[in-house]
Each structure stands twice: as structure tokens, then as C-alpha cells.
């Protein structure tokens, strides 16, 4: 018998988010101008849970651990309202500022004092946890507090079914989805889609309202990290996002949305990609530069500022630039500084203008993700990134690969894809991925060679993997990148150093992050932003072979099914009609796409094909293998038209290098009219008709 601890987050209703939340000098968001709301992924963690008591026949207890102010105990009880045994508050001043380790490891903390208070010790329960939390959508937390407590990391389930005394749990995987069993407890799940609302019971209502919940303060826990000091990511800045790139234009009928495609096909131009992919600017390490005291490449304006200030000061008093001062000729100069810098500051520039390597030393490797004998698209992506950092660090580019088998076809496309070294870890128990046997063998190849920088895919793989070994490296990690740059940071002594820019609030806010208190700068970086280099077949490179010890103890779960997609596909096509759930049916699919593909093929001379929701495929509109999307296939044509598709981040992800977005939607508020280019606003049924028309009177020169 199981029992269960569910992790819950008060978190800022972003919905409500509006203009005048910003501040406008700063660009930050004013926290205190939104009400706070339990994280929508955490209610449905909950519902999962208290299924999972349910099946065992009602028993075991679920309690709930949230970690924030003392006002959170809000959410707590709510879910006491909602079937929950006990609620658990930790709380402390000390444990503000923190990052995702820093959250982490307190939690674990508390997680075992739960284990030893209510559980009797008994090592049989789960912590269920929505994947993220939307005011940090890292969706590290979890898997970092499986880390911490040696636990089976589960994560996207989507649904659990309880056989012969067991769970078993379906989990969403690259471009597909698969059942597992676990073979270890406890165990940590991330819940991502789990549609079952829970209704607060009357009687449960009235207990919650007068019960007794527990605290937990730092003195309780005794956790290792906390804070600021045990974080190892700092922000740099928050900012308000660019507004897309997109037009954003409604049309007002069919024959003009079919006008506007056939112009938007024949022109160069169209519009540009609305996500981040701003040119990698240019950065030379210190020791290629003609003056030591040349800083154009400071993150800070006031590092830059200061230093050549400082810079000019030397030269007007005589002051030698290229050694150590004595303490005499410091205090002198802090003196002519009139104190615009504190003795410490003097002191950080000093130190760094001495630096000429980068902080950060090693090779800029990439994690690899690969099916069937093909690396993924994410993989070439990022190396393509890769590329850049390492020229500007002066460093080669290394790609890790996991797995089975004959690696080496694989391992001489990513060389002629840009890596100067590929490591390859092979090992029967690396066949499949098991985050607890995968996570031990990215461990040990980052603490044996010490990269100054590990890029994972933000896939589903790589959002699971990139945490755990962060935790167990004892290194930073920053989530679901769409930027990078190289930077100084004089005032920090740090040189060479890596900034990773990512969207936070479902998008509405910006952060620039650089890691700290860590040998390897890791990050995971969306799929679809960054552009691959052109194949070069006659690139050469090295093949490393590093040996893992593994054994049946290193494997946690069994896979009991997969389900994924074949390439069947042809997603070069330079023009996709996409089909989401607002086309309701197969039928209706198969009957709107089609006579819209045969209609745009027939007017353009192209080939054109279809596509589909990840929400049209669960609904069997279309097989797997048409899926476009974050877990799904990221596609590029010139034209792409969404059909009854409301435009769901992990939708949009996979199309945004796609040169002009069509949408059709009957919601007048669907988000994919603020994320295309021209869009009609009404019913699929009535207006691709319609288009068909159109199309075929143009053709017809009518
Ligand atoms: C980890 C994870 C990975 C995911 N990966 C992907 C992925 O790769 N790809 C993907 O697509 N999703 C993915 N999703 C799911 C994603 O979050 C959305 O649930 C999904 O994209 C929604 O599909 P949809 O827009 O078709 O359906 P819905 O969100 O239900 O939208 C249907 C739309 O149809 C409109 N509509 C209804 N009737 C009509 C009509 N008659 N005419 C016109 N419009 C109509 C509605 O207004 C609505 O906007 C993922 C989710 C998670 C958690």
C-alpha cells in the first residue's frame, strides 16, 4: 500500500496579466497587481493522487507539502477540501531567493520528515507534482528532488492505471507516448495533462477549515541548500518580451485568406520567425584581444563604465596598467576615484581585467538525442549553436551520445553537423531511456571531462535528464533557452561567461540567467529556434568511446508499451495544412485537409501536406506520424494553415520557423490569432470551402 505526497504552488494567475503589471522603467513584473491562484498543473497532481488512493481501494495517506510565505497555506487548504489527509507548510525567510536546487533540496528535506512522520519510515509512496509551475515553467524541481532522495523519476504522465497491485503509468515521449511500471519506490511523478476535476466534499469542506496545518521551518529540515548562497543560478535581468514578429492580421473572407496565400507563397520576404533568434553577438576571450582593458564585451554597461574609468585614472597618474599595484598606489587611486568605487569593487575589477581565459574552461558540448538510427533535429540545433559558443571561446565543440549498438553512422553526421569530438557511451541498459541508468552516465562522462557548457534539447528527454544530472553534478541549470551569449562580468570576476535568456510567466516576461558555484554551465534549449549548420561531409572529427558500469540495480522502471511515430510524413513540403481538434471528427479531417491540399497543390505546383494537433492526433483524426509540435515534429515550410487549432505553446513551438502562419479559429480570443500572420475568425466548415473555391477560381484565372 502507497501513500502519497503532493508537491502544490500558490502561483500568479497570469491570465490576468495586462500592460500596466509592468513597471514601466524597469520592466519587471509587480507581483503584488496579480492574485494568486493554485498552479493548474499542481490541481491536476492532486486529482491524480487522489485516483491513485482510490484504486488501492482508499487507503494510504495523501498529504500535501507546499514550500512559500505563510499565506500559502492557502492552497493547502484547498486541497484538504479536495480529499487530502494533512497539509505541511514550509516556511522560512531563509529559504527566499532560491533557485531550482536551492528549492529543491529543502523540499526533499521536508519530504523525508513527512516520510518519518506520517509514513512510519515506509519507503512505499510517491511525491506527485504538476511538470511545472507556470511563474518559473523550469520543470526541474521535481526531478532534482528525485535526485536528492535516490528516487524513480516519472515524468509527463498523462494517466495511471492500477494491475495486479501495481501502477502503471503513461508518459508522453518524443513523438509518441509510452506505459511504464516502476521497479523502484519511492518515486516522484510530473503530471502533465490529467483532465479529472476534483469537487471539494462537503464534509471534507467543513475539516478543512478548522484543521491544524503543520509548519516546517529551516531548523526542521536541515537542508544543505538554501537561498541565495545555496542557488547555483543567478538572474541577470528580467524584460518584457518583443512583441511577436508576426502581422497579426484579421481578414475578413475566405476569397482574401485564399489571395493572401498565393501572394504570400509567390513573394521572398513574408514575415519572420516570431521567436528569438537574434545573431549571436560577437565576442573575442581576453587573451585574443589587443588591450587587457578592452571590455566591449561586458554584460553590465556600468562593468564597462567603470573599467575604462578606471582605465583612464591609471593612465593620468602614471599608474602602470599591466601589473599588481602596491596597497600604497590602491589607496592612492581609490582616493583620485572620490569613492565611486567601494575598496571590494576596485578589487573585482582588478581581478578580472587579470583573467585572460575564460571562467568557464573546457569544451561546449551538446547532449544528443536519438530513435531508431536517426539523431534528433533538436540535436543539429543545437550544435549549430554550439558552434558559435565555441568559436567565440576558442573551444571545441563535443557531442554526448547514450545508447546501444552502432553509434557510429550517427557519430559521423553530427561530425559533418559541427562537432569537433563525439563521446559515446554504449551499454545494453543505455538500449531504452531510463532516466536513473541515462542520468549516471551523463554524470560521470561531465565529472570525468568537465565541459564548460552542456546543451540539452527542452524535450521531453532532455527536460527530464538535464535536472537530474545537474543535481547530481552539483552544476546550474537554466530551462527551455531560446538565447545564448557569450559575456564578461567584470564586477562578478567571471569572463567568457555563458547567458541564457529564456521566457518565464507562460511567455510574458523575459530573464537572462548565468550560472554560479559550478564547473559546467547546463541549460536545456527549445527545439525549432536555433538553425543547424549546412552539412559539411568533409569535416573530421574525433570518436571517444567511454566505458559506464551499470546492472539491473541502475534500471527503474520496465517499459510495458511504446507507441511512437514512423516517418511517413514529408514535412519539407513548402506548404501544411494543419488540422487541430476544432475539426471535430476523422471525417471532417480527412474531408478539410484533403480538399485543401489537392486545391493549394493545384493552384501553387507544389507539394503540400498535412498535419495535425498533438489534441487531433490523441482524438485518432490522423496518425502519429503527422503531429507537429514540441513533441511532434518541428517544421519550417512557407506556408503553414492551422485549422481548428487554438495555438498551445507546445504547438507553437514547432512551428515558428515557418515564414507565414494562416489560422482559422471560431474563438475570437484563440491565442494562435496573436501568434500568425492572417487569420479569419470563424468556422472551419463554412470557410474552407470556401477557400477551396477561391483557390480554384484563381487557378482558372476567374
Ligand atoms: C509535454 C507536452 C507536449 C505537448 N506536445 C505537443 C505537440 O507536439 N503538438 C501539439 O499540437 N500539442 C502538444 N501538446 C498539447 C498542447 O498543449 C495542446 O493541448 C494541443 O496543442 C491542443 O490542440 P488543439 O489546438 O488542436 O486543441 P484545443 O486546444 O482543444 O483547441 C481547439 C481549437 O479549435 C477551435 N474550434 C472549435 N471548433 C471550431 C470550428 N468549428 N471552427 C474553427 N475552430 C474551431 C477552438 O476555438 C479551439 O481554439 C503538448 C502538451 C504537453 C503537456
New binding site residues.
Given amino acids: 500500500m502507497s501513500n502519497f505526497i503532493v508537491l502544490v504552488k500558490q502561483v500568479p494567475d497570469v491570465k490576468k496579466i495586462s500592460d500596466n503589471c509592468f513597471n514601466p522603467e524597469t520592466g519587471t513584473l509587480i507581483r503584488s497587481k496579480l492574485p494568486s491562484v493554485l498552479n493548474d498543473l499542481d490541481g491536476q497532481a492532486l486529482s491524480m493522487a487522489a485516483q491513485m488512493k482510490r484504486l488501492q481501494g482508499g487507503k494510504g495517506m495523501l498529504v500535501l507539502l507546499t514550500m512559500g510565505p505563510p499565506m500559502a497555506d492557502e492552497v493547502l487548504r484547498y486541497g484538504l477540501k479536495r480529499g487530502a489527509d494533512a497539509g505541511v507548510l514550509l516556511t522560512d525567510k531563509a529559504f527566499g531567493g532560491a533557485d531550482t536546487v536551492a528549492t529543491a533540496n529543502p523540499l526533499a528535506e521536508a519530504v523525508r520528515k513527512i516520510v518519518r512522520d506520517y509514513f512510519d519510515d515506509s519507503p512505499d509512496y510517491y511525491i506527485v507534482c504538476g511538470?511545472q509551475s507556470v511563474d518559473g515553467d523550469t520543470a526541474q524541481v521535481p526531478p532534482q528532488i528525485a535526485e536528492e532522495l535516490g528516487a524513480t523519476c516519472i515524468t509527463?504522465v498523462t494517466q495511471v492505471e492500477y494491475a495486479d497491485g501495481q501502477f502503471e503509468f503513461t508518459r508522453?515521449v518524443s513523438g509518441g507516448s509510452q506505459v511504464i511500471a516502476p521497479v523502484k519506490i519511492p518515486a516522484v511523478l510530473t503530471v502533465?495533462?490529467y483532465d479529472t476535476p476534483l469537487f471539494p466534499s462537503f464534509a471534507a469542506s467543513r475539516r478543512a477549515v478548522k484543521a491544524t496545518l503543520t509548519k516546517f521551518g529551516k531548523d526542521d529540515v536541515k537542508a544543505t541548500l538554501i537561498g541565495l548562497d545555496g542557488s547555483k543560478t543567478s538572474v541577470f535581468k528580467v524584460f518584457q518580451p518583443d512583441k511577436s514578429a508576426r502581422k497579426c492580421i484579421p481578414l475578413s473572407s475566405a476569397k482574401e485568406m485564399a489571395e493572401k496565400i498565393v501572394e504570400c507563397f509567390k513573394s521572398e520576404g513574408a514575415s519572420a520567425p516570431n521567436i528569438d533568434q537574434k545573431t549571436f553577438t560577437a565576442y573575442t576571450l581576453p587573451s585574443n584581444r589587443k588591450n587587457p582593458w578592452d571590455r566591449t564585451y561586458e554584460a553590465n554597461q556600468r562593468d564597462s563604465e567603470s573599467v575604462s574609468f578606471l582605465h583612464d585614472l591609471l593612465v593620468e597618474m602614471g599608474l602602470p596598467l599591466e601589473r599588481e599595484l602596491s596597497a600604497q598606489e590602491k589607496a592612492a587611486l581609490w582616493e583620485k576615484a572620490n569613492k565611486r568605487f567601494s575598496k571590494n569593487s576596485l578589487e573585482d575589477i582588478f581581478a578580472a581585467v587579470r583573467i585572460t581565459g575564460a571562467s568557464f574552461p573546457g569544451e561546449i558540448w551538446v547532449m544528443a538525442e536519438h530513435d531508431r538510427g536517426v539523431v534528433h533535429a533538436a540535436t543539429f540545433e543545437l550544435l549549430g549553436k554550439a558552434c558559435e559558443l565555441a568559436e567565440a571561446l576558442n573551444a571545441p565543440t563535443g557531442v554526448l551520445m547514450l545508447g546501444n549498438g552502432a553509434m557510429g553512422p550517427m557519430a559521423k553526421e553530427l561530425i559533418a553537423g559541427g562537432a569537433d569530438k563525439v563521446y559515446l557511451v554504449g551499454h545494453p541498459l543505455l538500449e531504452q531511456f531510463d532516466p536513473f541508468a541515462w542520468r549516471k552516465a551523463v554524470a560521470g562522462a561531465v565529472v570525468k571531462f568537465k565541459p564548460a557548457i552542456l546543451l540539452f534539447g527542452a524535450t521531453?528527454q532532455g527536460r527530464t535528464l538535464a535536472p537530474l544530472v545537474s543535481y547530481r553534478t552539483g552544476n546550474g541549470l537554466t530551462a527551455d533557452c531560446t538565447g545564448f551569449d557569450i559575456h564578461d562580468f567584470s564586477s562578478r570576476r567571471k569572463v567568457g561567461l555563458l547567458f541564457q535568456t529564456r521566457p518565464a510567466l507562460g511567455g510574458n516576461i523575459m530573464a537572462t540567467i548565468f550560472t554560479k558555484n559550478s564547473t559546467t554551465q547546463m541549460a536545456t534549449a527549445r527545439p525549432g529556434v536555433f538553425k543547424r549548420r549546412v552539412f559539411d561531409p568533409s569535416r573530421t572529427g574525433e570518436i571517444v568511446n567511454i566505458s559506464v558500469e551499470l546492472s539491473d540495480a541502475d534500471i527503474s522502471w520496465k517499459v510495458l508499451r511504446t507507441e511512437v511515430a514512423g516517418n511517413t510524413a514529408n514535412f519539407h513540403a513548402e506548404v501544411i495544412v494543419s488540422?487541430?481538434?476544432?475539426?471535430?471528427n476523422t471525417p471532417n479531417y480527412n474531408e478539410l485537409t484533403g480538399s485543401l491540399i489537392k486545391a493549394l497543390s493545384n493552384t501553387l505546383g507544389v507539394s503540400v501536406e498535412k498535419g495535425?494537433?498533438?489534441?487531433?492526433v490523441e482524438h485518432g483524426f490522423v496518425e502519429r506520424a503527422y503531429?507537429?509540435?514540441?513533441?511532434?515534429t518541428a517544421v519550417s515550410p512557407k506556408i503553414y494553415l492551422a485549422?481548428?487549432?487554438?495555438?498551445?505553446?507546445?504547438?507553437m513551438?514547432?512551428i515558428a520557423n515557418t515564414k507565414t502562419i494562416f489560422a482559422?479559429?471560431?474563438?475570437p480570443a484563440?491565442?494562435?490569432f496573436k501568434q500568425c500572420d492572417y487569420y479569419l475568425v470563424?468556422?472551419?466548415?463554412e470557410f474552407v470551402p470556401e477557400i477551396v473555391k477561391a483557390l480554384e477560381d484563381f487557378k482558372r484565372g476567374k
Fill in positions: 511538470m509527463y508522453i502533465a495533462k521531453a488540422g487541430g481538434k476544432g475539426v471535430r495535425a494537433s498533438r489534441a487531433a503531429q507537429v509540435g514540441q513533441t511532434g485549422l481548428g487549432i487554438s495555438g498551445a505553446i507546445q504547438h513551438i514547432g482559422i479559429n471560431i474563438d484563440a491565442p494562435i470563424g468556422n472551419v466548415d
